[in-house]
């Protein structure tokens, strides 16, 4: 299965995060910052994209409850995703999380 990045449609924002785990509290710090900063940014519609399943599922989830260990920050970035004009919350696959960068020209 070929498994790419994809850009965004158009007047859309994407959010990659990295679902690798990174301490406490690790990746979902990441998107928080990320959500926040696009929200700064003033972009209306945002496709917040995750490799790690987990993740997604937190964020889709209706019932995380702030005595979940990560409970505080699940709960500010679906606040704050609420004031975006559209969502998308998705996996995709460790490959499909980032975009690579076309080779360069060789400096002649």
């Known amino acids: 299965m ?9 007047d859309w924002w994407k959010l990659n995060s ?3 785990y990174a301490g406490n509290p690790g990746p979902m710090a990441a998107a928080a910052l990320g959500i926040k900063l696009a929200k ?13 399943l987990i993740a997604v599922k937190l964020l889709t989830d209706d019932n995380v409850s ?12 679906k606040s704050t995703l ?11 696959l460790k490959e499909g999380n980032y975009c690579k960068t076309p080779p360069r020209a060789p400096l002649i």
């Open 66 to 77: 702030f005595s979940h260990s990560l409970g505080v920050l699940i709960n500010f970035c």
């Open 18 to 20: 990295n679902g690798a």
């Open 40 to 52: 700064d940014l003033l972009c209306n519609k945002i496709v917040v994209e995750s490799d790690s």
């Open 82 to 92: 609420r004031d975006f004009t559209a969502v998308k919350i998705q996996h995709t």
């Open 2 to 10: 070929w498994v790419k990045w994809n850009p965004p449609g158009e």
